[in-house]
């Protein structure tokens, strides 16, 4: 009897026996929530749910029995959730849109005991998780929505359309052949490039709505960080919407290259240090000049002493973001042609033609050839340099497409004054 007794003691939990415990905690945390809204089914109708949706997807994956047990219990509780919302609707309750939640729930939960049960672990807290913060955040969720305007509502459909239904659509690779010379093209990348667009517009639209037109400046240096170029793309329906807010957007297309710069100096820092070589230090010239010089000129564009309302018609413009694509689209044809055509120029010439569409990937090529021997720390630091100054006068080049000619010249003059400074590096480097 004592060793019986010691052989289930000292017996390991079985994993099955975790998965229905876990199922029912599960089912007890969607529950907590309709509990403390006092809603007919609660902590322990929910935790129920779950502990049946467990047993029933075990029986069908260790047992014989078929698949049509699990359809069985989530009619169950379909035919449940259904007599709870009539049963609202029938007593004229002011809160029976919160019945109808309460059914939907308990199906949610009996999908989270089910996934989790197959061995989903992952997967079922993932949905419980993001279920219960659903209906906790129910007031401001509501709010949020009744307070967008049809705009603010339109612009946030077709920001999901481009990033959700058409993005995962588009093939990773093509190849665009023109005249006997064969360009690769990445059509995600470039649909990417038109959601950065969108998302950097709706983000900034919040900011600025918020703080007004300083806010404008904080988005171009912190989307300059993910995407600068995406930047200009925001800034220019800005500048089209509302001209006043132009001296702002100036300030934010020079943040972004500073932020820009920013990025490839932590690059080039972060991925030689304990790399088996020197620290790349090189680089601090060149690049902290173009970021104090860029600073210093955010600076003095725009007056920082007001913030002016600015009250932007929409969070992004579909137009302009597809225009936007277009163009960036064709600066990487043009990229890579420089490329085929000027290859034996060496590395040099291939940072500044990387540099026209991600100079991030440019600075992390010069790294890695300096890691490996094949680049001495000068020559990294030059090509990090060119891929930087490419990126500033491709994003002055697609100013150039603004009806503003005011913001054009602003643009292109703050420009010039950073290719000076990052020229004037680039002498004291060599030298």
Known sequence: MNGATLQVVEAPLDETV????????????????????????????????????????????????????????????????????????LDEDED?????????????????????????????????????????LKRELHEFAWGLSREEMRSTTEFAILAF????????????????????????????????VAGIGIVNYAIVSTYGGRGIAVTGFFGGLAASTAVVGTMLDH???????????????????????????????????????????????????????????????????????IDLVSPFSMKNALAFGAVFLAVLVLGSLAEVWLGTVGFYVTAVASGLVSSAGATTSAVVLYRGG????TEASIAILLATVSSIVVKALLVRTASNQRFKNRVTTASGVLLVGGALASVVLVI
């Open 18 to 89: 975790v998965r229905i415990a876990l199922a029912g905690a599960l089912g007890l945390f969607l529950g907590l929530e309709r509990e403390w809204s006092k809603r007919p089914a609660g902590i322990r109708t929910f935790s129920l749910i779950s502990l049946l949706a467990a047993v029933f997807t075990i029986l069908v994956l260790e047992t014989e029995i078929g698949d049509g047990v699990i359809v069985l219990g989530g009619l169950l509780v379909i035919v449940q959730g259904t007599m709870l919302a009539v049963k609202g609707l």
């Open 96 to 136: 029976a849109g919160l019945s109808l939640t309460t059914s939907v729930s308990m199906l949610v939960a009996y999908g989270v005991g089910s996934v989790v049960a197959a061995g989903f672990v992952l997967e079922g807290v993932t949905v419980a998780v993001l279920s219960t913060l659903l209906l906790v």
């Open 165 to 196: 239904v058409i993005y995962p659509l588009l093939p990773a690779e093509e190849t665009l052949t023109i005249g006997s010379i064969a360009i690769p093209i990445e059509p995600k990348v470039i649909w990417l490039m038109v959601v950065a």
């Open 239 to 309: 500048v089209n919407q509302r001209p006043e807010a132009a001296s702002y957007a100036v300030a934010a297309i020079i943040l972004a290259d500073a932020a820009m710069a920013v990025r490839n100096l932590a690059i080039a820092l972060a991925f030689t240090l304990g790399g088996g070589v020197d620290v790349l230090v090189e680089a601090l010239v060149p690049l902290g000049a173009v970021i104090a010089v860029a600073v210093a000129v955010a600076a003095v564009s725009a007056d920082w002493s007001e913030s002016p309302e």
């Open 374 to 377: 094949q680049l001495g720390p």
